[in-house]
Antibody, heavy 117, light 106 residues
Framework: QVQLQESGPGLVKPSETLSLTCTVSGGSTTTYYWSWIRQPPGKGLEWIGY???????NYNPSLKSRVTISVDTSKNQFSLKLSSVTAADTAVYYC???????????WGQGILVTVSS | SYELTQPPSVSVSPGQTASITCSGDKLGDKYACWYQQKPGQSPVLIIY???KRPSGIPERFSGSNSGNTATLTISGTQAMDEADYYC?????????FGGGTKLTVL
């Protein structure tokens, strides 16, 4: 069974870049979609985007100008970069494996990232 | 952009049936998933491909999807089912979540 684990700083300063990594075990990043989803405190889930194993990416239009998702198949990891962060980007960030439109999401445990000076 | 609409809250008495809806344009032409999320935890898959239950999910959870509405039904609701529930589907190569429904078991 696939397991996903987020890692990265829990505190980021405004205007800086948020960087997170997701380490995958029990599965290979050479297949499926590799996604990031976030959840602001007390709010619902927001899809950030994914990278397909082929290298194709797709991002939430509301975040597209600030987001980069990449996959490192040699390390079985994928990453998220979100630039020019503000307090509105404070959230629990989840990494997930997405099996596609006829599948479902396998979730990591999530990591709280706070944007504050 | 595509939207999935859920009621913000649903209340049910223990042992009764709870129904949570998820509405979107021609949602019945897509596959819907449902996730349960308890405080401080990651979402857990409870229904995929509209009506399939992963192993380990109790039979009291069931799903359907037709027309513009997907429905999650919990039969014989238990106190442990109190949680937030999210529907999810794909549209035009993007992933969409409903706004979530808080299920209260009173």
């Amino acid at each position: 069974q696939v397991q996903l684990q987020e890692s990265g700083p829990g505190l980021v300063k405004p205007s800086e870049t948020l960087s997170l990594t997701c380490t995958v075990s029990g599965g290979s990043t050479t297949t499926y979609y590799w996604s990031w989803i976030r959840q602001p405190p007390g709010k619902g889930l927001e899809w950030i985007g994914y990278m397909y194993y082929s290298g194709i990416t797709n991002y939430n239009p509301s975040l597209k100008s600030r987001v980069t998702i990449s996959v490192d198949t040699s390390k079985n990891q994928f990453s998220l970069k979100l630039s020019s962060v503000t307090a509105a980007d404070t959230a629990v960030y989840y990494c997930a494996r997405d099996q596609g439109r006829d599948g479902y999401l396998d979730w990591g445990q999530g990591i709280l990232v706070t944007v504050s000076s | 952009s595509y939207e999935l609409t859920q009621p913000p809250s649903v209340s049910v008495s223990p042992g009764q049936t709870a129904s949570i809806t998820c509405s979107g344009d021609k949602l019945g032409d897509k596959y819907a998933c449902w996730y349960q999320q308890k405080p401080g935890q990651s979402p857990v898959l409870i229904i995929y491909q509209n009506s399939k239950r992963p192993s380990g999910i109790p039979e009291r959870f069931s799903g359907s999807n037709s027309g513009n509405t997907a429905t999650l039904t919990i039969s014989g609701t238990q106190a442990m089912d109190e949680a937030d529930y999210y529907c999810q589907a794909w549209d035009s190569s993007t992933v969409v979540f409903g706004g979530g429904t808080k299920l209260t078991v009173l």
